[in-house]
C-alpha cells in the first residue's frame, strides 16, 4: 500500500451527513460569488479570452472557474494547510458534475472529498514549503484530482493514478509577489485544470504513480524540506477538512486578517486619537509574505501588513476601495509609522492559529493593545448563514446581477444540498452578460 491509497481509502471510508452538504453549499455560495465578481478585473479578462467558459472542454472549464475565483482575495483558508482549497476543488467539481450529469449531493460529496485530499497533503508539507511555494496549487492539484475522480467514479486504482499524475503536475511559485505579477490566479486555475486531466486520463487507462507523495523521487523529496508524511492519514475519523475552512470577510491576503480585526478594534478605542505609531506582532510566515510598506499596486496592498493595519484603523474596515492609489497614497505616512515583529507565542501557535498583536501609540503617549488569535470568518467565529448571504448577494451584484436573482441563485446552491439537480447551474452564471459595474481594483 502507498501513501496516495491510504488517503484514497480514507476519503472514500468517511460518512458524509446532511450537515457536511450544508456546510459544503455555503463554500460554494462563496466561490462562485468570488469568482462572478471578479469578471471585470484585467485578470479575468486575460484569462476568458485563453480559456472562455463557453469552449466547453470539461478541464477548460475548471481553468476558467479555478483562475476567477481567486482574484479578488476573497475566497476561503483552511489554516492548517495554508490552502484556499475553494478555488481549485470546486471548480474542478463544477465543470465535471455538469459535464456528467451529477445532481447536488453528488457535485457536495465530491467537493468533500477535493477538500479532504488538498488539506490533509497541505497539513503534510511542512513550514518550509510554503517560503518558495504556494500550497494552494501545489496541494490543490491533488484536491480537484480527487473531486474529479469521485464525480467519474473512478475504481480505487485509477482514483490513485489520477492523483500520481496530478501531483506531478503540482506547482506555483511566489515569484510573482516581486513584481506584482497575476500569477497567483493561473495558480489555482492550472491546478484546477490539472486535476481534471488528471481523472479523466485514469479513466482511459492512463497510470499515474501510487508514491507520488513519498516515493524517493516524489512530491515530498522534491518540494518539501520539512515534510510530516503521517498527518497525510492522521485523525482518520476527525470531521471532514472542509468543515475546518474559514471564510473571509476582508478582501485581502488572509495573513492580514487577524492584524485586521485587532485594528479595527482598535479604531473604536481611539476615539479619534492621534495615531503616533504602530506595531503589529505576529508569525514569521505573515512577513515573509505581507511585509510590503509601500506598494505600489492594489494586489501590493492586499498584501501589505502595513497597508491593511493602517487602513482599518483610520477606517474601521476594510473593503475593495481599499486598496485604490488614493487611498494608498493618503495612507503613505501611517504605513511608514508601523513597525512589524515577530512574537514567539503568536508564531510558535501557526499554523494551527494565525495570530496578531497590534499595539498603537497615540499622539499622547497612550500604547493601546489587541490581539487576537481567531479571525471573523474562522470556524471558531464563524460568518452566520445571512452575513454569508449578505457577501454573495452583494458580490453577485457586482456581477451584474439584479439582488432578487443573487438570493434566489443562493437559495439553489443550498438546494443541491437536498439532491436537486445541477440543471446547467454553472454554465448559466458564466455565460451570463457582465453588465457594466464599479470595477474592482485587484492587479495593476
Known amino acids: 500500500m502507498s501513501l496516495t491509497s491510504d488517503l484514497v481509502q480514507l476519503i472514500r471510508n468517511k460518512p458524509v451527513s446532511q450537515d457536511d452538504l450544508d456546510r459544503a ?53 483552511h489554516r492548517t494547510s495554508v490552502t484556499h482549497p475553494a478555488t ?8 465535471v458534475a455538469e459535464a456528467e ?26 513550514k518550509a514549503h510554503y517560503r518558495v511555494w504556494h500550497n494552494t496549487a501545489t496541494c490543490g492539484t491533488f484536491g480537484s484530482a480527487m473531486a474529479a475522480a469521485s464525480l467519474m467514479d473512478l475504481s480505487e486504482e485509477q482514483t490513485v ?24 490566479h493561473l495558480h489555482t486555475a492550472r491546478a484546477a485544470e490539472s486535476g481534471v486531466l488528471a481523472a479523466a486520463l485514469a479513466r482511459e487507462g492512463f497510470t499515474g504513480p501510487d508514491t507520488i507523495l513519498e516515493g524517493e523521487k516524489g512530491f515530498f523529496v522534491g518540494l518539501c524540506p520539512d515534510p510530516q508524511p503521517e498527518l497525510v492519514t492522521a485523525q482518520p475519523d476527525a470531521a471532514w477538512e472542509l468543515t475546518r475552512s474559514s471564510i473571509k470577510p476582508w478582501p485581502c491576503c488572509r495573513h492580514t486578517h487577524p492584524t485586521i480585526d485587532a485594528a479595527i478594534a482598535l479604531h473604536g478605542r481611539l476615539s479619534g486619537a492621534a495615531i503616533a505609531s504602530i506595531e503589529v506582532a505576529t508569525y514569521q510566515a505573515a512577513l515573509d509574505v505581507c511585509d510590503r510598506p509601500q506598494p505600489t499596486e492594489p494586489y501590493g496592498a492586499k498584501f501589505s501588513l502595513q497597508h491593511c493595519v493602517a487602513e482599518a484603523l483610520t477606517s474601521g474596515r476594510v473593503t475593495p476601495s481599499s486598496f485604490d492609489a488614493d487611498q494608498r497614497d493618503a495612507l503613505s505616512d501611517l504605513r511608514g509609522r508601523t513597525a512589524l515583529s515577530v512574537d514567539g507565542d503568536v508564531n510558535a501557535a501557526y499554523p494551527a492559529a494565525w495570530g496578531a498583536k497590534v499595539t498603537v501609540v497615540t499622539g499622547s503617549g497612550e500604547r493601546l493593545v489587541e490581539t487576537r488569535a481567531v479571525c471573523k470568518g474562522d ?40 439532491g436537486a439537480p445541477l440543471a446547467g447551474l454553472f454554465d448559466s452564471c458564466f455565460t451570463q452578460s457582465v453588465a457594466p459595474a464599479r470595477p474592482v481594483a485587484v492587479s495593476a
Open 25 to 77: 453549499a455555503s463554500f460554494v455560495v462563496d466561490t462562485l460569488a468570488c469568482a462572478l465578481a471578479a469578471r471585470q478585473t484585467p485578470p479575468a479578462r486575460a484569462l476568458s479570452a485563453v480559456a472562455p467558459w463557453t469552449a466547453g472542454d470539461t478541464a477548460r472549464r475548471a481553468f476558467h472557474f479555478g483562475g476567477l475565483s481567486h482574484i479578488l482575495e476573497l475566497d476561503d483558508l
Open 101 to 126: 450529469g451529477r445532481d447536488g449531493v453528488a457535485f457536495l460529496t465530491a467537493v468533500l472529498h477535493g477538500y479532504e485530499a488538498c488539506c490533509r497533503v497541505g497539513n503534510a508539507v511542512g
Open 379 to 418: 470556524p471558531d467565529n464563524p460568518l452566520t448563514r445571512d452575513e454569508l448571504t449578505e457577501k454573495a448577494v452583494a458580490l453577485f451584484v457586482l456581477s451584474g446581477m439584479e439582488a432578487r436573482g443573487a438570493e434566489t441563485l443562493v437559495e439553489d446552491i443550498y438546494g443541491l444540498a437536498s
Open 88 to 95: 481549485v476543488v470546486i471548480p474542478a467539481a463544477a465543470a
Open 161 to 184: 493514478w489520477a492523483l500520481g499524475n496530478a501531483g506531478t503536475q503540482s506547482g506555483g511559485l511566489w515569484e510573482f509577489l516581486s513584481a506584482g505579477a497575476m500569477s497567483k
